[in-house]
């Protein structure tokens, strides 16, 4: 927090292009060649000119920075917040911390979580000897009444974990064979051994793994939440659970594979310090755009 990119715009901007940049070489994000001239003067200040394409660009050409007016170093701090915070940062929160309005601070925040999507993928989980635990629950959905009267629904969440390794969560629209194998099939090594609980729907998926173990969950739901599970996915989703309640009161199914995404990169990188975890999302700005009016509109 007292490190100066988070409060020096011109630190800030060095910190960031060296992410972007490890060889100290701008690469034109236009059309990728090195034959580039840094732009001087103060109004010019990240300026960069493409020698091949003659295109101007910055270090946020290119990812979830483009066209923010936020300074670096907020957007710094911002990263470093959702990376180190382990229950999740609020906009409301954001906002306060960064000195911005509401809507900007979450927006903000939306934009960093598309970053952290992107950092998180890293390949199919599991590999041979590699375990992998799937495993569902419904998370969300208060009975506190909205302005409509409504009861949010619970969202019904699968979470495939890699012991040892990453986390990848999605929303689904139904906990049965099809979605859960879609999931499990084009996210991990059927190489792997699977691990789950006794529902039925898992014993044809399982065979097409290389082993399948079940725990048994009689009395699954009450079983949740007392803090006595070893079992990793579990751990996933108490995490989960404790930051939908005690953070993001509100989730709307638009955005939840991104607060997902969220909580996937942060549990996928616990071994990391938070300054890591930071960079390895700055890293995954690159190459994601989201913009306001479309997930604006998903909202409404
Ligand atoms: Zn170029």
Redesign the pocket.
């Known amino acids: 927090m007292t490190d100066p990119i988070f409060h020096n715009e011109a630190k800030a901007l060095a910190h960031i292009e060296a992410q972007r940049w490890p060889d100290g070489e701008p690469i ?1 994000p ?4 090195t034959h580039i001239t840094k732009m001087g003067g103060k109004t010019q200040a990240g300026m960069f000119l ?1 020698n ?2 003659r ?1 101007k660009f910055t270090v946020r050409t290119g990812t979830v920075m483009e066209r923010s007016h936020i300074p670096l170093h907020k957007w710094l701090l911002a990263t470093h917040l959702m990376a180190a915070s382990k229950k999740g940062m609020s906009a409301l929160q954001m906002s306060r911390m960064l000195g911005i309005t509401y809507k900007s601070a979450w927006f903000l925040c939306h934009r960093i979580r598309e970053a952290m999507d992107k950092a998180n993928d890293t390949g199919p989980l599991g590999g041979p000897g590699k375990v992998i635990e799937s495993d569902e629950a419904f998370v969300g959905g208060f009975k506190k009444k909205r302005l409509s009267g409504n009861v949010a629904p619970k969202k019904k969440i699968v979470t495939l974990v890699e012991r040892g390794g990453p986390a990848r969560s999605f929303h689904i629209t139904n906990i049965d064979h099809t979605t859960i194998r879609a999931a499990l099939v084009t996210n991990c090594h059927r190489s792997s051994v699977l691990m789950t609980d006794d529902a039925r729907f898992y014993n044809n998926i399982g065979r097409e793994f290389a082993a399948h173990g079940t725990t048994l969950h009689s009395n699954r739901e009450f079983s949740r939440g007392d803090g006595h599970h070893s079992n990793t996915a579990e751990n996933f989703f108490s995490i989960l659970k404790r930051g939908v309640i005690g953070t993001y009161h509100h989730w709307s199914a638009a955005h939840t594979h991104r607060y997902l995404a969220e909580f996937d990169l942060r549990y996928s990188t616990k071994d990391k310090s938070d300054t890591d975890r930071a960079n390895d999302i700055l890293k995954g700005m690159e190459g994601r755009r989201l913009t306001y009016r479309r997930i604006g509109l998903l909202a409404a």
Do not use: I
């Open positions: 034109c236009h059309c990728g060649s493409c091949d394409c295109d």
